[in-house]
Structures are given as structure tokens and as C-alpha cells.
DNA sequence: ATTTGACTAAACTAAATAGTCAACTAATCG
DNA sequence: CGATTAGTTGACTATTTAGTTTAGTCAAAT
């Protein structure tokens, strides 16, 4: 009963679209209302501080982009590294694409939200371990059907996955730094070497 | 003449403490004042801005911790890859240390603040790419040197660089995210296995 | 020893920011 | 319809923050 509203979501989208484009502790709770049009009462009558909206914010983007996304690429029915290099591709569009628009390379907002706040707001950045923790796995499947196929040489699935998310996360975090997306161009071919895969497998040529 | 004074250094080790153990967005001039004990009217004697600061703090950084400490690990007279894994391992009982002390994993300051800022902070991230820049060198020299040796598979060393900086600063950042020194344990050895170190070489056991 | 310039102290202003509140509006249900 | 619940608004306070000012202190060079 009484009136519906979507100003919530208004608030998530902008909160998430700042601390990505900035960052968490540059962004102003007048600046996400502003950005979200929405009035500050408004704010407070859904969110207790800009923590928590963050939070929100996270598991938004999880539940809508990422998952999303990462289904449709690691989907079983792909051979396991095509999953992953097809995925990075579409990462490294996104990001040109996205220094086009902007001027900016914004690399991956869980990553740098994450890096930043991780010393200071304890609820955040549990979310943030969630959200890397659930992609995690979409990787280490990845690596499983591909040792399980035999198309990479043998090796500890979880320390793969560890050296893997490492170099893709630093590699992006680098991209961002660098306010360059051609750092990523690479990540593909980088990415199969580092598995070891056995065939030089579909990647799009990389220079 | 007149009299000297040692304020501004102070007041560059508060900086680069305080951007490192919290973040760059969460520190005030005031927060760095107090932490140097310095008043703020010489503060602004000294510095037009906290990003200026931030850049007098990040080269200091440099001259005095990272410049020595890379010539020290880096050294011609070691074997390549034996500079890289003592390097590294040094890293990891750093990171512990801090741990232990702080009851936090800091990461690396120019990878944290350099993410943090990229987008909006011009001068601050000219410095931190200019930092990273100068240590790629010593990653680029290991890796022509242990080429040259003959003690890791062909490769491009520009190219090799590129993915050995993306999985160093990537597995750093995952540590401090995850507030987790452990991450760090296997960077020496998922760095010989990036490398395609041809011998197992001397790194300590790991596991 | 005095002069000069380097530095400090503390009190100040102005702006930005977080957070509150009470009155208001609109949708929904009986 | 009218009552109820859900959401909105703008004006408000209190605090924090950046940045300034001015008078004064101290050390070194002459």
C-alpha cells in the first residue's frame, strides 16, 4: 500500500556510477541525490548512510550486470577457454568504450571500491569479498573443465585461479591507473599463457 | 637564514602514512596536521593543497624507501630470477609485518592511491605512474638479464614485463583487499611460473 | 647584537557536508 | 469516499573542512 517509488534504485545506480567514475571517498551523499534526483530527506528515508548504499549498490550491480554477464559468457556449453578469452575481449571493448564516453578508463568498481575502503568500512568491503568471491568461481570452473578437457597443461586449480584473478585484476587496476585500455588488449593472450593452454585457442589477433 | 625546519618532511611521512594505512579521500589536511604534529598555518606555508603534499610524500617514498630497497634486491652481481624472489618474499614478511602491527594489510601505496585518484586527481596520478614507471625498470632488467642467461623460455620482454607488473600489483591489491597477507606467500613462485622459469630456482619452500 | 628571513601559532572565515524534521503529497485499500 | 501507508520536500542545525590572516618567535648571517 500507500505510494511506490523506484528513488531507491535511482540512488543505487548513481552511488555506483560515481564511486566507479571517481571514487568511494570523493563522492558526497549530495552528490549521488544529486546525480540520482533525489532530495536528501529522501536519502535517509532509504539508506542509513552512504555505506550502506553502497553496499546496496554492489549487490545491484552483482545481480544485474555482472551475473548476468558472466553467465552468458561462461556458459558449459563453450569450450572453457573460449569462455574466458571471449570474455576478456568484451572487457577491453567495454572499457575503450567507456574512455571514449568519458575520457576514462574506470577499470572494475569491486576492485577499486574494494582496494580503496578496504582499511576503513568493514560492511563494504565484506560485500566487495563476496562479489570477487562469487565471480571467483566462474574462473576456477573454468580452469577445472579445462584440465578436466586437457586443453592447459596440469595444475592446482586453486592456485591457478589465484595466479589468474591476480594478473586480470591487476592488469585492469593497471588499465585504470594508466587511464589506458590498451593495457588490456593483451589480457587475453596473457591469460592463456599463463594457464599454459596447449593451443593458442580462438583469440581474436592481438598485434 | 633564517631558521630551518624538518615540518615538511614530517608532514610528508603523515601524508604517506596516513593515504597508505586509509585511503587518499579519507584524509583531511587537519587529519595529517594532528599526525605530524604541525600546524596547519605551516602546512599551507609549505603546501598549496593536500595533492601537492600527496606528490612530495610519493616521491619521498621513493628516494628513501623504494629507490634503496629496489638497488639493494636488484642488484647485477645477484642471479635475475634470485632478485625477483627475494624481492618478493621480502614483500610478503613487509606485508605480515604490517599486518601484525596494524592489524591491516596495506597493499602498495602508489598501486591504492594511484586507483583511487586516476580519475580525478591529474597531478598526483602523473607521479604515481612516474613511480611505477621507474620501478618497471628493475622488473624489465630481470627479465633481459635471466633471458639472456638463458634461465626462462623465450619470450618479449616488453610484453613479459607487462604481465609480470599486472600479477604482482594484482595479487598486492587482492591482499589488501582481502586483508590477507597468506595471498602474498606463492608471489614468488606464480612469478617463475609467469615467467616460465626453466629451474625451479631458489625460492624458499611455499605451501 | 642586530637584522632578516624562515617558520609557527592560534584564532578566524567561508564553504561544504552530514544528518534531522515536520509538513506535505500521492497511491492504495477497504 | 476516507483512511492509511509510502514516499517527498525543503528548510533547518551542527559539524567538519579548507583555507586565511596576523602577530609573533626563532635561528642564522652579517
Chains 1, 2 share one sequence.
Request: glycine residues 4%.
Amino acid at each position: 500500500m500507500g505510494r511506490t517509488s523506484d528513488a531507491d534504485e535511482r540512488l543505487k545506480d548513481a552511488a555506483l556510477a560515481l564511486m566507479w567514475e571517481e571514487s568511494y571517498g570523493a563522492v558526497t551523499i549530495d552528490n549521488i541525490c544529486s546525480r540520482a534526483d533525489v532530495k536528501k530527506g529522501s536519502f535517509y528515508y532509504f539508506f542509513d548512510s552512504k555505506a550502506e548504499l553502497a553496499v546496496a549498490a554492489l549487490e545491484k550491480m552483482w545481480e544485474t550486470e555482472w551475473k548476468p554477464n558472466l553467465d552468458r559468457f561462461f556458459s558449459s556449453s563453450v569450450e572453457p577457454l573460449t569462455r574466458l578469452t571471449t570474455y576478456l575481449e568484451s572487457y577491453y571493448k567495454s572499457q575503450v568504450e567507456a574512455k571514449v564516453r568519458l575520457g576514462k578508463v574506470l577499470g572494475c568498481p569491486a576492485c577499486s571500491v574494494g582496494c580503496e575502503i578496504s582499511t576503513q568500512e568493514v560492511d563494504v568491503s565484506a560485500k566487495v569479498r563476496e562479489i570477487l568471491a562469487r565471480k571467483r568461481r566462474y574462473y576456477e570452473s573454468v580452469i577445472r573443465d579445462a584440465l578436466a578437457e586437457g586443453s592447459i597443461e596440469p595444475c592446482d586449480p586453486a592456485h591457478k585461479a589465484d595466479a589468474l584473478i591476480g594478473l586480470i585484476q591487476g592488469i585492469v587496476t593497471q588499465a585504470r591507473i594508466m587511464n589506458d585500455a590498451e593495457v588490456l588488449r593483451h589480457l587475453p593472450a596473457m591469460s592463456l599463457e599463463l594457464l599454459r593452454a596447449k593451443q593458442p585457442a580462438s583469440t581474436h589477433p592481438t598485434s
